[in-house]
């Protein structure tokens, strides 16, 4: 069998591929966008609450591979009670780790993303719902990893 | 439906693809299993040998030098022209204009002659499985032009009504657009009963026939289709280049596309006239070495035979079909009846993308994707299929080698 693709689909990966948490519209959001990957087809849509500068609640929907399901799955989580900038630092570092291969010691959960390293071509998928995040945030309303 | 394991005697396998240097590699540790020749085919040694020859020995521009490379290059290109047009049977070589490719062709047609022929509460018609290149054109002269587009339905085996086809034609239609083979999930559409259909009622006929001759005989007049649009290298050749055929009345009756140099008679700057065709319509140089090339392609597949091509890969989609169907929780998306070499599926619970990945890293390529074919995915209720698509020189053990891989995939992604 081959490591790569075993690192890259992961346990914790497969599981928020298939079971994503947050999957579901958000009537309150303060903030909304919908991202596209022209290259595969994938959408997500994500919604947050954004009150006093903190993130207090996230959730996406949309259809995508493992990668990306999972990967807005785990950022949902991720940035849930973290303050806009400390989300967008957390996306600055996870991008500048799948994308420039750099060391970071502050992904948390992300880190099992990392796999996606080794794939060029799916580092797009897994970026997609932070790009998307980023999008609804400066009120963008849409993003492309075009 | 018997699952036949033999290869037609005509073919000798491993003698043919000695012939496709790109095929003799390894991708990540294991043997190429090039799966992908809907997207492009891969080329065989005498059309890479008839590109390089002719830039080594005689590279010139066509048409306007009276000294030797020139001419040798001009006739060469006409040569590659003939070519073309006896590979499809078309009446006289002027009905056969060289473009960049298919997409070019159709875009030709709707730029012309849709754009002149077609007014407000005019008609056209487009099959639900019609790649995007068959149908944006037509939506950009329709927004022009005032005329309307409707979807012609189709079965859940991927078959187009006919019967419902046949009640859409009215007068109103004037231009009806079908892609030849489906490039998404290989059905045949019967050509030229749907355009005897068409020419009841005057409409016009645009076939996409991108993936149609690496297949099977085409033949334009037994077709009586009016437009046919084929490209290069879904067909052994270069990429870059493609033909559209065109009847010729048709074709002497619509305006230029792209105006340049050897599209003109003479230019003053008060008038200028138009050159006959086909220079009409193929302004600036051409891709000389890339038509060279095709014609190689094209001289190839006639001494490989085509129906001993089409046999050989319909016994191979019979026997993925096969084969695959055994897999657990597998969906095999179009099924139509008559089909060329084209596989497609889904596997439940896991994105084509992911299954894509993993054939892969087995040194298996296909294309996982809506292969620019959205309206289509949408009648599936898919957003993306798995597509392995053959070729001449695909081996049973290739297929053999997708259904390992793909047992991978469930076990890894399931």
Known sequence: MNDALRELYQEVILDHGKKPRNFRPLEQATHCAEGHNPLCGDCVTVQVIVEDGVVREATFQGSGCAISTASASLMTEAIQGKSVEEAMALFDEFRAAVVENRESDDLGKLEVLLGVKEFPVRVKCATLAWHTLQAAIQGEGVASTE | ?414
């Not at chain 2, 599209?263 to 006239?273: A, L, Y």
Request: some cysteine.
């Open chain 2, 1 to 414: 439906m018997s699952v036949a394991s033999t290869v037609p005697a005509s073919i000798d396998l491993a003698a043919l693809r000695e012939r496709f240097p790109a095929l003799r590699q390894q991708v990540h540790g294991r043997p190429l299993v090039y799966l992908d020749n809907a997207a492009t085919t891969q080329r065989p040694d005498v059309v890479i040998r008839a590109t390089v020859d002719f830039y080594e020995k005689d590279n010139a521009n066509v048409h306007r030098g009276v000294h030797t490379l020139s001419q040798r290059a001009t006739r060469d290109f006409e040569e590659a022209r003939q070519t073309v047009r006896a590979f499809v049977d078309a009446a006289h070589d002027a009905e056969i204009l060289f473009t960049k490719g298919c997409t070019e062709a159709i875009n030709l047609v709707a730029a012309t002659w849709g754009r002149t022929m077609l007014r407000e509460g005019d008609e056209i018609l487009l099959s639900t499985m019609e790649h995007h290149a068959n149908i944006v054109p037509w939506q950009l002269v329709a927004e022009m032009t005032g005329a309307t587009i409707r979807p012609i339905p189709i079965d859940d085996r991927g078959q187009i009504d006919l019967s419902a086809y046949g009640s859409m034609l009215t007068e109103r239609v004037k231009l009806v657009g079908i892609v030849h083979v489906s490039n998404s999930i290989g059905t045949i559409n019967p050509v030229a009963e749907i355009t005897a259909m068409a020419h009841r009622v005057g409409a016009r006929v645009m076939i996409d026939g991108a993936q149609a001759l690496a297949h099977q005989k085409v033949s334009v007049r037994d077709l009586d289709v009016d437009f046919y649009a084929m490209s290069g290298h879904k067909v052994y050749g270069p990429t870059g280049i493609g033909a559209l055929y065109g009847k010729r009345d048709l074709l002497e009756a619509m305006p230029p596309y792209q105006a340049g140099g050897d599209m003109i008679r003479t230019v003053t700057f008060e008038k200028t006239t138009f050159n006959d065709l086909p220079n009409r319509f193929e302004p600036g140089t051409p891709n000389i070495a890339g038509a060279i090339g095709w014609a190689a392609a094209l001289n190839f597949v006639d001494r490989m035979g085509i129906d001993a091509i089409g046999r050989h890969e319909q016994t191979l989609t019979r026997y993925a079909q096969h084969r695959l169907s055994e897999i657990d929780g597998l969906r095999l998306v179009g099924t139509a009846d008559d089909k060329a070499g084209i596989v497609a599926f889904s596997l439940e619970g896991i994105h084509p993308h992911d299954i894509g990945t993993v054939l892969d890293r087995n040194g298996v390529a296909i294309r996982a994707g809506h292969h620019c074919t959205m309206p289509l995915m949408q009648r599936f209720g898919l957003p993306a299929t798995v597509r392995a698509s053959f070729a001449m020189y695909t081996s049973e053990a290739e297929i053999d080698a997708l259904v390992a891989a793909v047992q991978q995939a469930k076990e890894i992604l399931g």
